[in-house]
């Protein structure tokens, strides 16, 4: 079974934004680039920042209309997003890679 | 003069290779610092991450290290180890030197040419989802920044190195968005380097090239997955992995390793050829500056494959130790 759970929200930016930990029953989980964490703890502090993708998620099975309420808030904030990509547990696993 | 140099014995093989490096460099009277730290299968049974913080910051603090191979454990939720380091040190450019060695058979004469493969982005970012429960999908990540200096790192080489020509390679005609943004850094940054001729080509057709016109290329230049498989290719033309060597160099820090495997099941039994690794050193002596040791060490490992003393992947048979010290008997001064 599938079932939603969260959103990466990949950003027009070339530096690391600055987010809510907390939005709706989303928490940021980590800001990458290129798939490797520049936040909340950078993995790398030589990599210049390009697309950053942004992991808002929740153990707790979210809406459609809560994913969409969280890309508005974002928005809302002055920051254009170009992708985002919704996360999903199949049959109660992460059906999502990490980033490094 | 001495150097600091972080050193990861590596699993399966790698701690017997490493010693026999070790032994090759002693004997040429390099003075080396080598400051050990862990990485690899022993940090994981001790539950630690594969590659620790502390690892890291170690090298990132002294600015080179050396790697013996190591193992990507088989499971949920593991990394390559060798993937962590490129991508926390930000070590952009992986370079493989691919030449042809005296005593190592192959249909490829007179091979002589350097791969440049970016190390940090493409599929490489590995930013995937399973979009329904029925389909995957993978991002590719190509920037203009990242392109740029993979790109101007291949061009500064072959200035340096009085290198004829640096071909980009790509699959533009198809990925017209991402390899096509590569393809147009490649071009635009080619400007700059008149004096060296260039040209790109189709990573499929780059290949084919490869096995019938290898004497045509001096510098290639690629994303990270066709880097990934030409390199290999190329490591077959050359004699096969035990003799490829790899450098993996960042702004500020370099790590160089055997681009083979840790090998579990020859673990232990002296049999292993150290070539890889050692050839891996010598470039690791010349980013330190170390240009006498260097070609000290490369000719005496000439000289020992010239006499015909190789170990078994070679068709010798020749132990790991053994070949190492045939090698360090070879050295000069």
Excluded at chain 1, 9 to 15: A, D, K, Q, T, Y
Excluded at chain 1, 53 to 82: A, H, K, P
Excluded at chain 2, 1 to 7: A, G, P, Y
Excluded at chain 2, 318 to 331: D, I, K, M, R
Aim: glycine share 8%.
């Amino acid at each position: 079974m599938m079932t939603l759970h969260g959103v990466d929200i990949f950003l027009n930016l070339s530096e690391l934004p600055k987010l809510p930990d907390k939005l709706g029953p989303f928490d940021l989980i980590f800001i990458a680039s290129r798939g490797t964490r520049v936040y909340p703890v950078a993995a790398n502090t030589h990599a210049g920042i390009d697309w950053p993708q942004c992991r808002y998620f929740s153990d707790e099975t979210v809406t459609d209309v809560e994913i969409e309420q969280l890309v508005t808030q974002i928005t809302e904030l002055g920051l254009q997003w170009t992708k985002c990509q919704k996360l999903f547990k199949l049959d109660g696993e992460n059906a999502f890679s990490q980033p490094y | 003069m001495s150097h600091k140099v972080c050193l990861i014995r590596g699993d399966g093989t790698g701690p017997e290779i490493v010693a026999a490096v070790e032994g090759v460099l002693r004997s040429a009277k390099v003075n080396i610092d080598w400051i050990e730290v862990e990485a690899g299968l022993k940090c994981v049974e001790a539950g630690k991450p594969i590659v620790p913080d502390e690892t890291i910051e170690k090298i990132r603090e002294i600015g080179v290290g050396l790697k013996g191979p190591m193992t990507t454990p088989i499971g949920k939720g593991s990394v390559s180890p060798n993937v962590t380091l490129r991508k926390k040190l930000d070590l952009f450019a992986c370079v493989r030197p691919v030449f042809s060695l005296p005593g190592v058979e192959t249909p490829f004469k007179n091979l002589d040419l350097v791969i440049f493969r970016e190390n940090t982005e493409d599929l490489y970012a590995q930013i995937e989802y399973m979009a329904t429960p029925t389909a995957a999908h993978s991002v590719k990540v190509i920037t203009e920044s990242g392109s740029e200096r993979i790109i101007r790192a291949a061009f500064d080489y072959a200035k340096k190195n009085s290198r004829k020509n640096v071909v980009g390679i790509h699959k533009a005609n198809i990925m017209k968005i991402a390899d096509g943004l590569f393809l147009r850094t490649f071009k635009r940054i080619a400007k700059e380097y008149p004096a060296i001729e260039n040209w790109d080509n189709i990573v499929d057709n780059q290949c084919m090239q490869l096995v019938t016109k290898w004497q045509a290329y001096d510098v290639l230049v690629t994303l990270n997955l066709y880097g990934d498989i030409i390199s290999d290719l190329a490591a077959g033309m050359m004699g096969g992995l035990g003799v490829a060597p790899g450098a993996n160099y960042g702004t500020d820090c370099a790590v160089f390793e055997a681009v083979h495997g840790s090998a579990p099941k020859y673990a232990g039994m002296n049999k292993v050829n150290p070539t890889a690794l050692l050839l891996s050193a010598t470039l690791m002596l010349d980013h330190l500056g170390e240009h006498d040791a260097k070609s000290n060490i490369e000719g005496a490992l000439k000289a020992t494959l010239q006499k015909g003393i190789k170990t078994y992947d070679l068709g010798g048979s020749a132990t790991t130790s053994g070949f190492a010290e045939a090698v360090a008997s070879e050295l000069k001064g």
